[in-house]
C-alpha cells in the first residue's frame, strides 16, 4: 500500500488506463506540456506525446463534441474542463447529444467518454471557479455522475469511468486535491460505478455526503463520538447517477435518523433527492426529521475567505448539526 493525494490518484489512474489501451487519450485546456491547471495531467504529455495528450482550444463545447465524435469511432477519451464553472457552454452536447446518442440509434452507437472537472469552493475561487453543478447533470438519463472522497475511490472509479461504455461525468473536489491522502494498493484495481460506500459504521444517525464533504463529515463524525458519545454512520454517496436506493435505505432503516451534508446551494441540490428517497421508502423507519446541511442560495461562492468560510460546511459545521438532530 502507498499513501498518496486524491490528484495523484487521477493522475496515476489516467496514467495506467493509458497504458493498458491504446484507445485512451486525454485532451483539454493546457493537458499538454503544462500538465494541467491543477497538474492532474503532469507528466503524461511527455511519455504518451502529442497524439494521445492533446491541448485543445479555450472552448469547451469543442472539447466534449470532440471527445463525442472520438468515443463514437471506437476510442475512449478522457475530457478534461478546467473547471466544473466552464461547463456550461457543453451542456448541449452533454445532454443532448452524449447521453441521448446510445437511445436514440438503438443501441448502435454507445459513447464510452469520461468528461473531467474540479468542482466546489474552498480555495477561494470566487463566484467563477466554486461552483457545484453536479445535480444539473444527475438529472439527465444517459449520463453517469461520479465523485469520489478519497485517493482509493479516485484512482479506481476513474478506471471504471474510461472502461465504461456509458458517458460518465467525473466531478473531482479540487479542496481535496492535496488536501486527502489515502492508501492504494500497488496492484490494479477497479471500484464499481453505482453502490455507496460506507465509510464508518454508527448507529444513531446516518450522514450522507460525497466528495470534500464526506471528507469533513468523518473528522466531525469523530468529533462527536470523542465529545459527545454519538455514534455515527457516514455514507459516501460517490456515484450520485445512477441512484443506489438500496444503500441508501440501508443504513436509514438501522439508524432511522438522517443528515445529508453537500456544498451545492441547498435549494434543488442533490441532497434533496437523498431526502425524497428516505422519505418515500423509509417512512416507516424516520427516527426525526429529515435534515440537510448546504450552502446558502445565493449566487456564488465568495473571494473572501470570512465569507467563503460562512458559505460552505465544514467540519464544526457538520458537527452542531448532528448533535441538532441526535438530540431530537
Known amino acids: 500500500m502507498r499513501n498518496i493525494t486524491l490528484i495523484d490518484a487521477v493522475r496515476e489512474a489516467m496514467d495506467e488506463e493509458l497504458a493498458r489501451d491504446q484507445r485512451v487519450f486525454i485532451t483539454g485546456e493546457d493537458v499538454g506540456r503544462r500538465g494541467g491547471v491543477f497538474r492532474a495531467t503532469m507528466g503524461l504529455y ?3 506525446g502529442p497524439d494521445r495528450i492533446v491541448d485543445s482550444p479555450l472552448a469547451e463545447l469543442s472539447i466534449v463534441a470532440i ?74 438519463p444517459g449520463l453517469k455522475v461520479v465523485i469520489p472522497s478519497t485517493p482509493y475511490d479516485a484512482k479506481g472509479l476513474l478506471k471504471s469511468a474510461v472502461r465504461d461504455p456509458n458517458p460518465v461525468l467525473f466531478f473531482e473536489p479540487k479542496k481535496g486535491y492535496r ?36 471528507y469533513y463529515t468523518l473528522q466531525a463524525a469523530q468529533i462527536v463520538e470523542q465529545q459527545d458519545g454519538i455514534s455515527v454512520e457516514v455514507v459516501d454517496v ?38 425524497a428517497i428516505l422519505a418515500s421508502d423509509g417512512f416507516e423507519y424516520m427516527d426525526g426529521p429529515i435534515r440537510r446541511l448546504a450552502g446558502p442560495d445565493v449566487p456564488g461562492v465568495p473571494y473572501s475567505h470570512p465569507v467563503q468560510e460562512a458559505f460552505m460546511p465544514s467540519p464544526q459545521k457538520i458537527a452542531d448539526a448532528i448533535r441538532d438532530l441526535a438530540a431530537y
Open 67 to 140: 471527445g463525442i465524435g472520438a468515443a463514437m469511432a471506437g476510442l475512449r477519451p478522457i475530457c478534461e474542463i478546467q473547471f466544473a464553472d466552464f461547463i456550461h457552454p457543453a451542456m448541449n452536447q452533454i445532454m443532448n447529444e452524449a447521453a441521448k446518442m446510445y437511445y436514440r440509434s438503438n443501441g448502435a452507437w454507445p459513447v464510452p467518454m469520461t468528461i473531467r472537472a474540479p468542482y466546489g469552493g474552498g480555495i477561494s475561487g470566487g463566484l467563477y471557479h466554486s461552483q457545484s453543478v453536479e445535480a444539473l447533470f444527475a438529472h439527465i
Open 238 to 275: 460517490r456515484t450520485l447517477l445512477p441512484v443506489d436506493r438500496t444503500g441508501i435505505l440501508t443504513s436509514f432503516k438501522k439508524t432511522g435518523k438522517a443528515l445529508i451534508v453537500y456544498e451545492d446551494n441547498l435549494t434543488m441540490g442533490y441532497g434533496a433527492e437523498i431526502a
Open 179 to 214: 488536501a486527502i491522502k489515502g492508501d492504494i494498493p500497488d496492484d490494479d484495481y477497479t471500484v464499481p460505478i453505482g453502490p455507496v460506500n460506507v465509510t464508518k459504521v454508527g448507529t444513531d444517525l446516518t450522514v450522507y455526503a460525497y466528495g470534500m464533504m464526506a
Open 46 to 48: 511527455e511519455k504518451y
